[in-house]
């Protein structure tokens, strides 16, 4: 175990092509996926968290319940949907990094829009009784609440992308881990694992913890500044 | 200017009953009565925060009013971006922050200012605007004497200058004596007495009025 600790160490430090390429596959996918997320997730978390229209429960449970979605689950509709015979077959996208982009978009969207509705309903009642005292309507009270959400917004943001980077249901499914392709850092570690060969697993393991502790570093101070 | 009569319930229970009422533009209208009385409820019906029974409108025409919760929220930016919010007019802005002596905050955070100058702070940002209808919910609540005096101040004047409605909400028998031209008692709901402040103070007609003067008198 030592000595693939070390040899993993050495490999970061060193690098490798196929390390790097692991990477980067695994940073344009999670970046991504969790960008868009952020930007289709959090207008809806605004309005569902701010606004009370008939059904507006029903989708709070909905997007709740998403939440809980087993990335595997996801992963299946996705394939089902954009293999051979489905009826998205002939976009070819199976086994691309769009595809695996998309069914993580669809997989974290709730988790984006429960944060944000869960934070925006505690004061969207005073954001908004003061902004229709003002005068104000529409979009200018939605900028308003948004402003006051800034930090939930990159609160939420770090936790999209933490699910995506270390989510391996969906995108083992949908991209099919294919090497110098479509292999993120999830895959590559139980690729590697399963062939016996434990170094770059373990170094890949080092960097997902790492990122995972930076994550939460800055989810911890962005909640401290939350709280005053 | 007319205002309908409205009810409001919550829960099968009617917590205010509201005759139809004509406020003259340019005078303050106090409205007093204990806690619980259906004052804020009256406050945000007329700012059109919360529905009357029947969504029944307060206003018959489109008349823009101005409203100030009973709790000031600070938006998340500076004490001069909030009060510069709805008019952008920095100068205006600083004028009126002199006025109430909360200038030397301008570039201080909202968030961090105590409660009475949150309160002057909302005000401010209120006054900002131009409205044909003024609510205020007990502005002076959390404030000291002198912030109080300058507040109602600011409200003569602004009352006078803009020939607006003025609609403020208070405890203070004092602040009543001092600023309103008329008066509104509520108890438990319902308007119990109404008419010019100096003539309801002198001679209430309900036994329930008569109660809550002589424990304001204290
Ligand atoms: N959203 C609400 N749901 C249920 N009851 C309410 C609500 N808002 C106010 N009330 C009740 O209406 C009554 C009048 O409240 P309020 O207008 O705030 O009184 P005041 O401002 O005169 O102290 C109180 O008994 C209060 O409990
Ligand atoms: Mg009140």
């Known amino acids: 175990m030592k000595t693939a600790l070390q040899q993993a160490l050495e490999l970061i430090i060193g690098g490798s092509g196929e390390l790097s390429n692991i990477l980067l596959v695994t940073a344009r996918v999670s970046l991504t996926s969790s960008l868009v997320s952020l930007i289709i997730g959090v207008p809806i978390g605004l309005l569902l968290g701010s606004k009370s229209f008939f059904g507006r429960r029903a989708l709070v449970v909905i997007s709740r319940t998403l939440m809980g979605m087993p990335p595997g689950v996801c992963g299946l509709l996705f394939y089902m949907m954009f293999s051979g015979v489905g009826p998205f077959g002939r976009y070819k996208l199976l086994f691309t990094v769009e595809i695996m982009i998309l069914a993580q978009v669809v997989l974290i969207i709730p988790l984006v829009v429960s944060n944000m509705e869960t934070y925006v309903s505690r004061i969207s009642d005073q954001v908004r009784e003061t902004a229709r005292g003002l005068g104000l309507k529409g979009l200018r009270v939605y900028v308003l609440l948004a402003n006051e959400s800034v930090y939930q917004i990159f609160t939420t943001y770090l936790l999209a992308f933490a699910r995506a980077v270390a989510e391996v249901g969906a995108v083992s499914m949908v991209g099919g881990a294919i090497a110098w392709k479509t292999n993120v850092m999830t895959t590559a570690i139980m690729l590697y694992t399963n062939r016996g060969s434990f170094t770059l697993g373990v170094a890949l393991g080092l960097i997902l913890m790492t990122i995972s502790l930076a994550v939460n570093i800055l989810v911890t101070l962005l909640q401290r500044r939350l709280s005053r | ?218």
Do not use: W
């Open chain 2, 1 to 218: 200017m007319k205002v309908n009569a409205v009810t409001k319930t919550y829960e099968g229970k009617t917590v205010l009953r509201m005759p139809a009422l004509e406020f003259e533009p340019g005078r303050i209208c106090a409205v007093m009565g204990a806690n619980g009385s259906g004052k804020t409820t009256y406050a945000r019906i007329l700012a059109g925060v919360v529905r009357a029974d029947g969504k029944i409108k307060p206003f018959e025409g489109n008349e823009s009013v101005g409203y100030m919760p009973q709790k000031s929220y600070p938006f998340r930016m500076t004490t001069l971006s909030n009060v510069n919010l709805i008019v952008k007019d920095k100068a205006r802005a600083l004028d009126l922050m002199r006025t109430l002596s909360i200038d030397h905050l301008a570039k201080q955070r909202a968030g961090s200012l105590s409660g009475g100058e949150t309160a002057r702070m909302a005000l401010a940002r209120l006054f900002m605007g131009e409205f044909d209808v003024l609510v205020l919910d007990e502005p002076t609540a959390s404030m000291d004497i002198e912030s109080t005096a300058l507040t109602e101040e600011l409200i003569k004047k602004a009352c006078r200058e803009r020939q607006c409605v003025m609609i403020l909400v208070t405890h203070s028998l004092k602040q009543v004596q001092r600023v309103a031209d008329d008066l509104l008692f509520l108890y438990k709901g319902e308007l119990i007495e109404h008419g010019e402040a100096k003539k309801v103070l002198s001679s209430p007609t309900r036994q329930e009025t008569k109660q809550f003067l002589e424990f304001l008198g204290d």
